[in-house]
């Protein structure tokens, strides 16, 4: 008897192993949602997709640690998912908007931000495979993760739904601003990465309570909340950056 002949074949599989890849799938379906509903003009429902996109993003690397089930295949679901979700889709949407009146330079910003988000997903996957990197630097991204990319690349769009026209600016700038966007992605500029920190008990109910703001805010009033979240962000980028150059300079003093 062969070795193959031998081998028990699997006839199911566990639901549970399936859940991390249908949620990547559900990220990737929102994202070209998305595109749709930005070719019909319904600019709320494109952002609400991409931030669903980035919700499903969230929570598919988060479930597949919790259950073990992490796999090179889920991997690389995960990463031509992104790809869809922030990358072009975030670019379909503005240049629904704004960017097809900037000329030849809004296309150009639509694929260098896209461009960006493939080279910083690929950046990433091979990252994942240093082993000799130090373990506090699991604490930073390198460059701006990509959904945090797509949710800068449509602030713009948000704060003209909160604030109305009065606040829309040229289309050039929008391009521009896409080009920022793209380039923060495949910066080498550290940003904090959540699942490496750690909290003490004293401020975990405060964060449960700001947790639930943040969710109340976005429910009742979306695209404020969601302004104030990407300036936030924004304004953290310096932040990320001191504290790496502090561990650093911590950790080269102990060698």
């Known amino acids: 008897m062969t070795q193959e002949a031998s081998r ?8 549970t192993r399936l859940l991390p890849n249908m949620l990547t799938l559900m990220s990737l379906c929102s994202g070209m949602t998305g595109i749709r509903f930005a070719l019909h003009g319904k600019w709320e429902q ?3 997709a991409i931030l669903a996109a980035a919700i499903f993003d969230v929570l598919d690397g988060r479930v597949a640690r919790m259950l073990n089930m992490a796999s090179k295949f889920g991997a690389e679901l995960d990463s031509l998912a992104d790809a869809v979700s922030f990358g072009v889709a975030p670019a379909l949407i503005m240049y629904q908007w704004a960017l097809k009146d ?3 330079i809004g296309w150009i910003a639509v694929l260098v931000y896209a461009v960006c988000c493939v080279l910083r997903l690929a950046r990433f996957n091979t990252m994942l495979e240093d082993h000799d990197r130090p373990v506090w630097t699991k604490r930073f991204f390198t460059g701006v993760p990509s959904p945090a990319g797509a ?5 713009p769009l948000a704060f003209v739904l909160e604030y109305g ?7 050039v700038f929008y391009a521009f601003w896409m080009i920022l966007a793209g380039g923060l992605m495949v910066s080498r500029l550290p940003t904090l990465a959540l699942k ?5 008990r004293v401020w975990v109910a405060p964060l449960f309570a700001l947790s639930v703001a943040l969710i109340a805010g976005l429910v009742t009033n979306t695209w404020m909340t969601l302004s104030g979240l990407g300036t936030l962000y924004l304004l953290s980028l310096p932040f ?11 950790n080269n003093a102990k060698t």
């Open 165 to 171: 026209d009065a606040v829309r600016l040229p289309s």
């Open 102 to 104: 900037a000329g030849g």
């Open 240 to 250: 990320g950056w001191v504290n790496y150059r502090q561990k650093e300079k911590g």
């Open 46 to 48: 494109a952002v609400l």
């Open 196 to 200: 490496g920190w750690r909290i003490e």
């Open 8 to 15: 028990p074949v699997v006839t199911d599989l566990p639901l």
């Open 151 to 155: 949710v800068l690349a449509l602030l």
